[in-house]
């Protein structure tokens, strides 16, 4: 008899947790598992709903209103009655919502520093929740460190997040896309696929591509994504005479094409989990300039696959990419070790690795 996983999740936004969930809603083995996905909030425009419904995946939108809704209680329960499953994996601060509901045979996903992931009343209730039995799960080293740190217990397991190494590089879209969207071969695009917020600091990205790359007028800095920090980062490009050459794409569907069409990746971030964004920007041949922040170091071999540098430190990111515009031999370089690095990091095994997981959950195997 298959096991049947439900995925709950806040959104369906396209974001890393959330693309972990759909991978393994629409990727484990339907001999074995059968899977469904709860989203507490009703579609946001672009999400993953096309790509479970393809997979031929259940999924539940609960309309959740912001803030506290006590509605998701009742609601989440009818899910579970209906569903009746054997595990229930959990994403973010969803557990809030889930613990009153379903307590037994339950996953947890760390998908950020656990000092990061929730706020008080969220830890307290993890704590709850992993004391009661709840296996939890962390995606890099780092973040298994934060969470004995912050809880005073190891994850029952580390799987590091996978992509699909596969599919992530189009080298017959560079010149399309770029023709398309009005840049010529000989343009050096930076990009950065990430949520416009506080955690991704888009505003030291922009300063440090200008202050690396203002002299550079072949250099441009892709910016994909939405966010609070929007207008913002509009504002600092404009105040930094790179209006014309700091483009923001907004939230894209063909981010393979968009990957395969530039020449670096780049990440400002203050903190981090294990990004997605950078694993599939390895899949797709690119070198990664990115702070050293959590589980970053875990993918970005320095020096080999990119070019780390210290948080805030805003001249040492300038410098770094500033150094891959500059040299498009070590681009290449670190590009193909990337990719090479990428494979370590398939979709495929990660998705294994938490079939066994689950399934050691059904049999009342402690992890």
Request: hydrophobic residues 45%.
């Amino acid at each position: 008899m298959s096991i049947r996983v439900l995925e709950v999740l806040a959104t369906l936004r396209r974001a890393g947790a959330e693309q972990v969930a759909v991978s393994l809603a629409g990727g484990l083995d339907r001999t074995r598992f059968e899977t469904a996905v709860v989203s507490l909030y009703d579609p946001f425009s672009g999400g993953f709903e096309a790509a479970l419904e393809e997979c031929g995946v259940t999924v539940w939108h609960l309309g959740k209103r912001r803030g506290l809704d006590p509605r998701m209680w009742a609601r989440l329960a009818q899910v579970v009655r209906r569903f009746r499953p054997d595990v229930l994996h959990t994403h973010s601060y969803v557990m809030r919502y889930v613990l009153p509901v379903h307590y037994r045979k339950l996953v947890h996903t760390v998908h950020n520093l656990a000092e990061r992931e929730v706020d008080g009343i969220g830890r307290a209730i993890h704590r709850l929740a992993f004391r009661a039995g709840a296996a939890p799960v962390a995606i890099s080293a780092a973040l298994a460190r934060s969470f004995a740190q912050l809880y005073g217990r190891e994850p029952a397991a580390v799987i590091p997040n996978g992509v699909d190494v596969g599919r992530g590089f189009r080298p017959e879209a560079r010149a399309l896309w770029r023709s398309r969207h009005g840049f010529g071969p000989g343009d050096c695009l930076v990009v950065s696929v990430a949520r416009l917020d506080a955690q991704k600091n888009p505003l030291h990205l922009i300063g440090a591509f200008a202050e690396g790359l203002r002299e550079a007028p072949a250099a441009h800095l892709l910016m994909a994504g939405e966010g609070p920090l929007l207008e913002p980062a509009r504002q600092l490009a404009s105040q930094a005479g790179l209006a014309a050459r700091v483009h923001f794409l907004g939230l894209r569907e063909d981010v393979a094409e968009l990957l395969s069409a530039c020449d670096l990746f780049a990440l400002g971030s203050d903190w981090e989990g294990a990004p997605m964004a950078i694993l599939e920007a390895m899949a797709a041949h690119l070198p990664v300039v990115a702070t050293a922040v959590g589980g970053v170091p875990d993918l970005v071999e320095d020096a080999v696959t990119g070019i780390l540098a210290p948080v805030r430190d805003r001249s040492a990111l300038a410098r770094a990419m500033a150094a891959l515009e500059r040299d498009s031999g070590l681009r290449q370089r670190m590009g193909t070790a990337a990719a090479h690095r990428a494979q370590r990091f398939d979709q495929a095994g990660m998705i294994e690795r938490y079939a066994e997981l689950f399934e050691r959950r059904v049999r009342g195997v402690e992890p």
